[in-house]
C-alpha cells in the first residue's frame, strides 16, 4: 500500500475543508474508530514482526502527520471565525456613554469650610447661633442701646413678636450676637469663629437682604490690637494662599469694639478682576475695604457675663460671600442665591475638594 | 461730610497737600469716601481768545472761529453760540477733553465740512452752573493760554464718612482740630466778637420740657435784610453739597457746617408771644420745611409760641415760621436737645436732617454762647441790624467727664508702646485736660469717650494704628487639636455626600412669599412673619427647605432646563419656647423633571419618580450614621406629598428622620412648574448621635469559610401588603442563616389571583462551618414560608 500517497491525499483534503464541521468529519473519516487510518492502525497487529518492522513506522507516520493537519487546520478555521466574529462584533465608540450626573458644593459652603480648616490650626472652634434673635442679644449686649444712632445703621427686619422676657424679635443684622451667646455659654478663655447667615434691610446691585458673614472672638488675658493684626493677615495669606498680603489698620468706630479698626488689604486690578496682594499703595495697586474688628468694649465683655478688668480681648466681622467672590472670581452676589444649575455647576465645587492645610485649602480652578 | 479745602484752610494753618490731608483723615479714623478735584474734571480747558469770527458756510447758526490758545498757531473751531464774536474771552475744550456736563470726550471733527479742533464751552457744559444762553465770556485781561481750573482757582472738596461717634467732627473745625493732633498743621482759634446787644430781647423764650430740651437759648435781630448770601459763603455751601436760600438760612447752615452746631432762625412776624419748648401734644400737626406734614405725639419735644408749634426741636423748622426775603426780625435759637429724644423722635417721623444727624449724636453742650455770638456775626455782618440781649432759659448738661488713664494701656490694648510724652501732647491737642495721676478730663465736645479704652483709641489712631506690629497668638503645643461638633461634622459631610451623589447644592432665601411658607407650614405652631419685609417675596421666614428649591427649579425650568437635582442644607424656622425661634438643620432635595435625557442606548427620557427620592433619603440618611436597617416606611409624608405616593423614613414610630416622594400636583401648580417633582426633606436634628466617645477600632470581623448560597421564594399575597413588609420578616426568619433578602419581582396579572401580587424574593444564606445538606434548607426554607405565612403569603407553587 502506498502510504505515503494515502498521506498526501488525506492532507489535501484537510487542506481543503472550509469549516469546522467538514473538518471534523474528515477527523471522524482518518483518524475515528472506523475511520480509515485507524483501520490500518488495526492492521499493524496481524502483520508479521518483520512486516510490522517496516510498515509500522509508515502507518505511525501517516497517523502523526494526518494528526497534525487536522490540529493546525482546526487552530487556524477557529482563528479565522473568531477573526469573523470580532470583525461583526465592531461598535462605534465614538457614541457617548451612560452619563452620571455630577453634582456640586456651593461656593458660600466651600469657604466656610475653608476658614473653618484655617481657623483651627490657629486653635479657632466654630460656634453657632439663632439667626431669628432678640433685640438683647442683636443689639443691646453689644453696647448699641435702643436710642443709639448705629441702630440706624443696621437696616433691621422685625418680626412683631416678643420673647417671653418682653425683648423684640429680630433678623441677626450681623454674627456678633453669637459673641455675647458664646462668652455666656462657656465662658473665657474663648477662640470662636462664627458664621452664618445675617440678614440687613438693603438690596442693591451689591447688597443682598440675606448675606453671610463670619465673626471672630478671642477672649483671653494679654490679648491686644497686635494678636488681632497677626490673626487677621494670618488667615488672609492662609485663605487666599498669598504671602505678600499687606494689611492697613484705620480707626473707625462700632459700639461694639473699642478701639475699632477698620481692614483695607491691598490689591492690583489684574484681567479686570480685583486681585489681593502687595501694598494698596503701590504703584498700580489700591486700597479695598475688607472687615470691621476692634478690641471687644468693656460693656460687651461684662454682657457676656465676664470681668472685664481680667478678661479681654478683639472681635472681628467679615463678609464670606464677598471673600468668596475676591478667591474664586465671581462678579454678582445675586446670583449666589439664585439656585441656577449653570452657576452652580460652574462655580461650585467637586464634593472632593476638601479642604486641607497640607494640599492648600484653596480649590484650584 | 463735605468740605473744601480752603474752608479746611479756615480753621487750619496747613501747607499740607489734598493728597496728604486726606491719607491723614484716613490713617486718623475720618474715611474719605473720595476727594473731588475740580481742577481734574477741567483738565483740557483752557483760556482762549477768538480772534476772528467767520459765518460758516454751510450753516447759517454756526460760525467758524479762529481762537488763540497761546500756542503761537491759531485754532480753527466751529462754534453754535449768539454770543461768539471776534475779541471774545473764553474757554476752549481742546480734543481729548472730556465735558463736564455731558461726560463726553471732544474730538477734532469736521461739523457740516468745516474742520472743528475743539469746543468753547458754555457755563453748563463745564458744570459751573445753568448758562447755556452762550458761551463763557472772562474778562477781557484773563491770560490766554492758561488751564482754566487754575484760573477759577479750583478747590477741592473731600467727602469724608464721619463715624457716629465723633458728632465734633460734623463740622470743619472739628476735622481741622484732630488734623492738627495729627500734626498737619496749627489749629485757628476761632474768632468771634461776643455783641452784648442794645436791648432786651423782646420775645419770652423759655423751656417747659427742661428733659428734652434743657436749654435754650435766643436772642432777637431786628432790622435785618435777608438777601442772597455772599458769594464765599455760597461757594462753602456748595462745597458741601447744599443749595443756598437765603443769607439768614444761609449762616444757620454755615455754623452748622462750620462747627457741628445747628440752629434755627424764626421769621419773628410770624411768631406770636412767647416761644418756649414744649412736649408735643398727640395728634398736633406741624407742616415742615420740607413742606410735609409731621403728626406729633406727646414723646416729641417741639418749639412753640401761644399759637402753635414752629419746630420739631433739633430735626426740623416750621414752614409758617421760616425766613423769607421779606423777614426784617428774626428769633435766632440756639439750644441743647436731648440726643435720645432727638434719635427717638426722628424714627418715629421717619425724617432725617442735618440737625438731627448732630444732635442725636450729641452737640457740644458748652458751645451754645459762642455758636450764638457766631450766628450774631455773621448776621450782623451780612444782613445788617440790630441785636437785643441774650436770653438763656435752662442750663445745658455740663458734660464735664474724668476718665482714670494710664499710659501702659496703650501698649497693654493697643499693643503699641507709645511714650508717655508724645500721648500727653496727642490729648492735649485734641482738647483733653489732665491731672499728674493721668486722670483724663474730657472735652465737652468728646460724647462718646467714657472709658480708658476710648483714651487708648485717642492715643493709638493719632500714633498711627497702621504702625501696630502684629504679634502671634499663643499655640498650644503639637498639632491643632479637633475642634468641630458632632453637628458641624454630620453637616460636612452630609453635604458632600449629597454632591456627589449627582445633587447641585444651592443657596437660597431663608424668607418666601407667605402663601408659599403657608403651603409648607404644617403643625410648627406659626410661622415667624417679618413685620417689615423689603419685599412681599421675602415676608415669611422658610418652614421647610423645599419651597425655596422648588422656586429655584422653576426658574431652571423656565430658562431650558429639563432636568434637575437640587439641594440645600440649611436651617428651617419654627416656634421654640419662651417665644424664641426653634431653628432645625436640614437638608431638602428636589430632583424634578429628567433624570435621564433620552438616548441612543436608553431610549426616553425618564423622569424621576419617588423611588428616586427614596434613594436619595436612604443614602444620605445613611452617610449621617442613621440605622437605615432599622427604619420605617410610613406614610403621612405631608400634605405637600402626593398621597400615594410619598412616605416617611421613622425610627420607631414617632421620630421621624426623613419624608420622602412625588410632590401634590396642587403644589407643583402653584409653583408653576409642569414637570413631576420628587423630593426628599432629611431632619437632620432628628438623627440620634452615636453614643460614647468615639472610637476607631472596627468591630472584629472574619470572612465566612464557605461560599453564600441563594435561593428564590416566589409568594402570593394581599395586592395591599406592603412588599417592605414582607421583606423584612423573611429577613428575620431564620437570623442564624439568612444574611439578605432583596425584592427582585413585583408581578400582578395572568396566573395571580385579582387582589393578590406575586413577590420574588432571592435569599441569601450563609453556611457557618460546613455546608447546607438537603435537609437543612428545607428546614430553613419551611422557616421563611413559616413566618411569611403570618402576613399571609403562600408560596407560589
Known sequence: MDYAATGEQALARIAAATDLDSLEKLRVEFLGKQGSISGLLKTLGAMSPDERQTTGPKIHALRESVTEALTARKAGLEQAALDARLAAENIDLSLPAPEAPRGSIHPVSQVLDELAEIFADMGFAVATGPEIEDDWHNFTALNIPESHPARAMHDTFYFPDKDAE????????????????????????????APGRVYRSDSDATHTPMFHQVEGLVIDKGIHLGHLKWTLETFLKAFFERDDIVLRLRPSYFPFTEPSVEVDVGFAIQNGKRVLGGSGDAPGHGWMELLGSGMVNRKVIAAGGLDPDEWQGFAFGIGVDRIAMLKYGMD???????????????YGFSPLDVPTLSAGVGAAA | MKFSLSWLKDHLDTTASAEEIAATLNAIGLEVEGVENPAEKLAGFRIAKVLTAERHPN??????????????????????????????????????????????????????????????????????????????ELPADAPVGM???DYQGADPVFDVAITPNRPDCMGVYGIARDLAAAGLGTLKPIAVQSVNGSFDCPTEIRTDDPEGCPAFYGRVIRGVSNGASPEWMQARLKSAGQRPI???????????????????????????????????????????????????????TVIADEAGVHDIAGIMGGE???????????????????????????????????????????????????????????????????????????????GAKVVP?????????????????????????LGFGMDARWNVIVPSWRPDVDGAADIVEEVVRIHGIDNVESVPLPRTDGVARPTATPSQKLERRLRRAAAARGLNEAVTWSFLPEAEAEAFAEGNGGLWVLANPISED?????????????????????????????????????????????????????????????????????????????????????????????????????????????????????????RFGMLHPAILKAFDIDVPVAAVELFLDAIPAKRGAPTFARAAYATPPLQAVTRDFAFLVDAALPAGDLVRTVRGADKANVVAARLFDDFRGQGVPDGQKSLAIEVTLQPGEKSYDEAELKAIAEKITAAAAKLGAVLRG
Not at chain 2, 450753516?59 to 462754534?79: R, W
Not at chain 2, 468753547?120 to 448758562?131: Q, V
Not at chain 2, 452748622?256 to 408735643?280: C, E, K, N, V
Open chain 1, 166 to 193: 418682653g425683648r423684640a424679635m429680630l433678623l441677626r443684622t450681623h454674627t456678633s450676637p453669637v459673641q455675647i451667646r458664646s462668652m455666656l455659654r462657656d465662658g473665657a478663655p474663648i477662640r470662636i469663629i
Open chain 2, 538 to 658: 421675602m415676608k415669611a421666614m422658610r418652614p421647610s427647605l423645599l419651597p425655596g428649591l422648588l422656586a429655584a427649579s422653576r426658574r431652571n425650568l423656565d430658562r431650558g432646563a429639563s432636568g434637575l437635582r437640587l439641594f440645600e442644607l440649611g436651617r428651617r424656622y419654627l416656634r421654640g419656647d419662651k417665644g424664641h425661634s426653634d431653628e432645625r438643620l436640614t437638608l431638602g432635595a428636589v430632583l424634578a423633571g429628567e433624570k435621564t435625557p433620552r438616548g441612543w442606548a436608553s431610549g426616553k427620557a425618564q423622569v424621576f419618580d419617588a423611588y428616586d427620592a427614596k434613594a436619595e433619603a436612604l443614602a444620605l440618611l445613611a452617610e449621617a450614621g442613621a440605622p437605615v436597617d432599622n427604619l420605617q416606611v410610613m406614610a403621612e409624608a405631608g400634605a405637600q406629598f402626593h398621597p400615594g405616593q410619598s412616605a416617611t423614613l421613622r425610627l420607631g414610630p414617632k421620630t421621624v428622620l426623613a
Open chain 2, 59 to 136: 450753516a447759517d447758526k454756526l460760525q467758524v472761529l479762529s481762537v488763540d490758545t497761546g500756542d503761537g498757531q491759531p485754532l480753527q473751531v466751529v462754534c453754535g453760540a449768539p454770543n461768539a464774536r471776534a475779541g471774545l474771552m473764553g474757554v476752549l475744550g481742546l480734543p481729548g477733553a472730556v465735558v463736564p456736563a455731558g461726560g463726553f470726550e471732544l474730538k477734532k471733527s469736521a461739523i457740516r465740512g468745516v474742520e472743528s479742533n475743539g469746543m468753547m464751552c458754555s457755563s453748563r457744559e463745564l458744570d459751573l452752573g445753568d448758562d447755556h444762553a452762550g458761551i463763557i
Open chain 2, 147 to 149: 488751564a482754566f481750573a
Open chain 2, 246 to 300: 437765603s443769607a439768614l438760612v444761609d449762616i444757620t447752615n454755615y455754623v452748622m457746617l462750620s462747627f457741628g452746631r445747628p440752629a434755627h432762625a424764626y421769621d419773628l412776624a410770624q411768631l406770636t408771644g412767647a416761644i418756649f419748648a414744649r412736649r408735643a401734644q398727640d395728634g398736633e400737626h406741624v407742616l415742615a420745611l420740607n413742606g410735609k406734614e409731621y403728626a406729633l405725639d406727646a414723646g416729641m
Open chain 1, 332 to 346: 454678582d452676589l445675586r446670583a449666589f442665591f439664585d439656585g441656577d444649575v449653570r452657576w452652580l455647576q460652574h
Open chain 2, 320 to 398: 409758617h415760621s421760616g425766613c423769607s426775603e421779606t423777614t426784617t426780625d428774626v428769633l435766632l435759637e440756639v439750644a441743647y436737645f436731648d440726643p435720645v429724644r432727638i434719635g427717638d423722635t426722628g424714627r418715629k417721623l421717619n425724617l432725617t436732617s442735618d440737625a438731627r444727624q448732630r444732635f442725636e449724636r450729641g452737640v457740644d453742650p458748652a458751645f451754645l454762647d459762642k455758636g450764638l455770638d457766631l450766628l450774631t456775626q455773621l448776621i450782623l455782618e451780612i444782613c445788617g441790624g440790630e441785636v437785643s440781649r441774650v436770653v438763656r432759659a435752662g442750663t445745658p448738661p455740663s
Open chain 2, 405 to 429: 488713664y494710664h499710659p501702659s494701656l496703650a501698649l497693654q490694648l493697643g499693643g503699641v508702646a507709645i511714650a508717655d510724652e508724645a500721648q500727653k501732647a496727642t490729648l492735649a491737642a
